[in-house]
């Protein structure tokens, strides 16, 4: 009787761990695709020694002047922290999830996405480091990283999306 008793502990303990893991990874909760709150994100960020900049001076996301983390995904902010280790760039990120981007799946919004400053060091690694892809009408000229991750300058800034956290 015990055996069975065993048994049927340990099958329903397989089950419950496995419906949670089913559970998060469903609603996004799996560890890096989880998003995180703005104190979070700016404390790990400051760690890794990144900076940010805000034209609105601000970090509320609702107004397109500020710049904003909340809501950012876990793998954006390693990813970024991942470029800065290896690239040994200085990094100023211009642009988080607050609103004024364009929408979709892959979003600023949905907190997939990062702009950094445009810097001459920034340039050579990438330019050295990630394939060249081509230019994108009405975006920039966008280079693939080995992770995935896609670098595209526009303008005035490089905007980066992050699928992965870029081999954290």
């Given at each position: 009787?015990?055996f069975?008793?065993?048994t049927l502990r340990?099958?329903?303990l397989?089950?419950v761990v496995?419906t949670?893991?089913t559970?998060?990874?469903?609603f996004?909760l799996a560890?890096p695709?989880?998003?995180?709150s703005h104190s979070?994100?700016?404390?790990?960020?400051?760690?890794?020694?990144?900076s940010?900049?805000?034209?609105g001076?601000?970090?509320?996301?609702?107004?397109?002047?500020?710049?904003?983390?909340?809501?950012?995904r876990?793998?954006?902010i390693?990813?970024i922290?991942?470029?800065?280790?290896a690239?040994?760039?200085?990094?100023?990120?211009?642009?988080g999830t607050?609103v004024?981007?364009?929408?979709?799946?892959?979003?600023?919004?949905?907190?997939?996405?990062?702009d950094?400053?445009l810097?001459?060091?920034?340039q050579?690694?990438?330019?050295?480091?990630y394939?060249?892809?081509g230019?994108?009408s009405?975006?920039?000229?966008?280079y693939r990283?080995p992770?995935?991750?896609?670098?595209?300058?526009?303008g005035?800034?490089?905007?980066?999306?992050?699928?992965?956290?870029?081999?954290?």
């Amino acid at each position: 009787m015990s055996f069975t008793r065993s048994t049927l502990r340990r099958r329903v303990l397989t089950l419950v761990v496995s419906t949670v893991a089913t559970v998060g990874a469903v609603f996004g909760l799996a560890s890096p695709a989880f998003a995180i709150s703005h104190s979070s994100a700016t404390s790990q960020l400051s760690a890794a020694g990144i900076s940010w900049t805000s034209s609105g001076n601000c970090s509320d996301r609702n107004v397109a002047t500020c710049t904003s983390f909340t809501d950012v995904r876990q793998a954006t902010i390693s990813g970024i922290i991942t470029f800065r280790q290896a690239s040994g760039c200085a990094v100023t990120i211009t642009a988080g999830t607050e609103v004024g981007h364009a929408g979709g799946t892959y979003s600023h919004w949905n907190g997939y996405k990062l702009d950094i400053s445009l810097s001459t060091c920034i340039q050579n690694y990438i330019s050295a480091h990630y394939t060249y892809v081509g230019y994108i009408s009405g975006f920039g000229y966008q280079y693939r990283a080995p992770s995935g991750n896609l670098y595209t300058r526009e303008g005035s800034h490089w905007d980066i999306l992050f699928y992965s956290c870029g081999g954290c």
